[in-house]
Each structure stands twice: as C-alpha cells, then as structure tokens.
C-alpha cells in the first residue's frame, strides 16, 4: 500500500514536506519532491535554492507530509509517514528513505483545517446566545455581539487561526476575551457569520452557523491571545425556504467544497513556487560557471 502510494506521488511530482524540528524559529522545514521509488526506500529531492540536507539526518527518523490526488475527480488529501533517512546523497539535496510500514491519510472530510492566505480571509460577525430556561423547544433569546469584522482582513489574519466544514479556531484580543469571558466558557451557543471574498469584486461566499465552544486556552503569557475553538453544531442553508440543517456529523459541504478549492490553490501555488525557485538557482548557477569560465580565459 505504502509503495503504491509513494509511486504515484513520483508520478505526480507530490511535494513532501520534512519536518526537522517544529520548535524551531528558522526553517523548522524542508520541502521536496518525489522523484521515484527504489526497491525498498523513496528518493525526494530539495527544492529552491540554500536548502541543503545535513549529514546528521542519516539515520535518523523524521515526520513527512504530502498531498495526494488519489482520485482524477477527487481533491488531493493530506497523507503522513514517520521515515528514516537512510543515504544523504553527495550533493546535500537528495536523500534516501526507507519505506515507511504505513501511510495515514490526515484529512477525513470534515476534518480538513485550513489556515487561509490572506487573500481568502473571510469577514467575520459572531454573537454569543443564550437559551430560554424552561423552553422545550431550547429557543434563543439572549444575544450578544461578541465581535463584527465584516471587512478587516488585518486584523482577520491575526484572528483566524483556522477554519473547517465543522469549525473553527479564533485567537482573540486578551480585553476582548476577559470582557466576554462568560460567553466563551466551554459549551456555550454562539451565533456566527462567515462571508468569504469571490472572484468578482460584488461576489461573496456567505455561511451561517449555530455552534458552541469546544475549547478555550488562555495562555499565562500577558501578551499571548486567547484561543477558543468552536464547533458548527448547525448551518443555514439558502434560498427563500432556507433551514437550519445538522452539520455536526459531517460539517458543512459548501463550505467544505470552497475551502478543497482553497486547499488546491495553495499546493498549486506552492508547487509553483518552488519550480521557479529551482529554475532561478539553475540559472545562477549556470551563470556564475559562465562567469568563472570567462574569468580563465
């Protein structure tokens, strides 16, 4: 299974990314792509320019991570491996691993967390709710604008730690959570508005949703946010007869369709990247030889 999986990444030049040390301020990675299975091992090569390997990675095991388009119709899907490098090739930026015994794929449908580009930062409207007590129809009929950013895509950035089909991950300003402390406690309903640019200037993409927080950590540090996890218990669908539909299971499937796309774009983009990268450090490379060679005579 795992030598099927890693062929066709060669086949579709899958970029992998190696993690070194995830507590590391400088480059805590390194990207490459999938140049063939041999025998028992992989072989992956470093993209772009001043990212060689060390010597002292033989050996020794690290994380990998690399999409894959399984499917022609299907988007690609987020697969992990823990492999030990077994050669770093004499030119510092090819390495050997070893065939992993198994290869887990990350992303199930509802579960794909996407921390977006600045270009797809939605606006975001959030109210905290509370239910009537002794209503057996559980209705709302407290609300509290706990926060309207329809149109800030800097402070957006700061704020939106991630986003799913079934949630999301918010890290808010520390006054802003002290100040709206009692509805953010674990399990508390929060009414929520998502609005994500389109294409076109007059276009968006706009999702509402019940749901409630999972999780809140508030970190010792003064100057460190907040952060409060929550989940999508309920979605409004659209049209003139729109109703609240259950997306606990599953999350929601257009929100989930608009952020694949997104998912997309950016390996695309990454992909891209590191192509031209690699194309400008042939092009010096070849130049300085031309260089060095005119030099001598």
Request: hydrophobic fraction near 40%.
């Given at each position: 299974?795992?030598?099927?999986?890693?062929?066709?990444?060669?086949?579709?030049?899958a970029?992998?990314?190696?993690?070194?040390?995830?507590?590391?301020?400088?480059?805590?990675?390194?990207?490459?792509?999938?140049?063939?299975?041999?025998?028992?091992?992989?072989?992956?090569?470093?993209?772009?320019?001043?990212?060689?390997?060390?010597?002292?990675?033989?050996?020794?095991?690290?994380?990998?991570?690399?999409l894959?388009?399984?499917?022609?119709?299907?988007?690609?899907?987020l697969?992990?491996?823990q492999?030990?490098?077994?050669?770093?090739?004499?030119?510092?930026?090819?390495?050997?691993?070893?065939?992993p015994?198994?290869?887990?794929?990350?992303?199930?449908?509802?579960?794909?967390?996407?921390?977006?580009?600045?270009?797809?930062?939605?606006?975001?409207s959030?109210?905290?709710?509370?239910?009537s007590?002794?209503?057996?129809?559980?209705?709302?009929?407290?609300?509290?604008?706990?926060?309207?950013?329809?149109?800030?895509?800097?402070?957006?950035?700061?704020?939106?730690?991630?986003?799913s089909?079934?949630?999301?991950?918010?890290?808010?300003?520390?006054?802003?959570?002290?100040?709206?402390?009692?509805?953010?406690?674990?399990?508390?309903?929060?009414?929520?508005?998502?609005?994500?640019?389109?294409?076109?200037?007059?276009?968006?993409?706009?999702?509402?949703?019940?749901?409630?927080?999972?999780?809140?950590?508030?970190?010792d540090?003064?100057?460190?946010?907040?952060?409060?996890?929550?989940?999508?218990?309920?979605?409004?669908?659209?049209?003139?007869?729109?109703?609240?539909?259950?997306?606990?299971?599953?999350?929601?499937?257009?929100?989930?369709?608009?952020?694949q796309?997104?998912?997309?774009?950016?390996?695309?983009?990454?992909?891209?990247?590191?192509?031209?990268?690699?194309?400008?450090?042939?092009?010096?490379?070849?130049?300085?030889?031309?260089?060095?060679?005119?030099?001598?005579?």
């Amino acid at each position: 299974m795992a030598a099927n999986l890693l062929g066709l990444a060669a086949q579709q030049e899958a970029i992998f990314q190696l993690t070194i040390d995830p507590d590391r301020a400088m480059e805590p990675f390194r990207y490459l792509v999938c140049r063939g299975v041999q025998g028992n091992s992989v072989v992956l090569a470093c993209r772009g320019p001043n990212h060689d390997c060390c010597k002292v990675w033989e050996k020794q095991e690290f994380p990998f991570r690399f999409l894959l388009q399984t499917h022609a119709d299907k988007f690609p899907r987020l697969h992990k491996f823990q492999g030990r490098i077994t050669e770093i090739h004499s030119d510092l930026k090819t390495i050997t691993v070893a065939m992993p015994a198994s290869i887990t794929v990350l992303e199930q449908r509802r579960n794909i967390r996407l921390k977006l580009h600045r270009r797809h930062l939605p606006g975001l409207s959030l109210w905290g709710v509370a239910k009537s007590k002794g209503d057996s129809q559980s209705r709302l009929v407290e609300q509290q604008l706990l926060l309207d950013l329809p149109d800030a895509v800097d402070e957006m950035q700061a704020l939106l730690k991630n986003v799913s089909a079934g949630g999301m991950r918010l890290a808010l300003p520390r006054p802003l959570f002290l100040e709206q402390e009692q509805w953010l406690e674990k399990g508390c309903r929060l009414l929520a508005r998502l609005t994500f640019p389109g294409q076109e200037p007059d276009q968006e993409h706009a999702y509402e949703f019940i749901g409630k927080v999972s999780n809140t950590r508030v970190p010792d540090d003064a100057e460190a946010r907040p952060e409060v996890g929550v989940q999508f218990l309920s979605s409004l669908g659209k049209g003139l007869q729109a109703h609240w539909r259950d997306v606990r299971a599953d999350g929601c499937l257009e929100l989930l369709k608009l952020l694949q796309s997104y998912q997309l774009e950016y390996y695309r983009d990454l992909k891209k990247n590191l192509i031209m990268r690699e194309g400008s450090a042939c092009n010096c490379a070849v130049a300085a030889g031309a260089k060095a060679r005119g030099k001598r005579l």
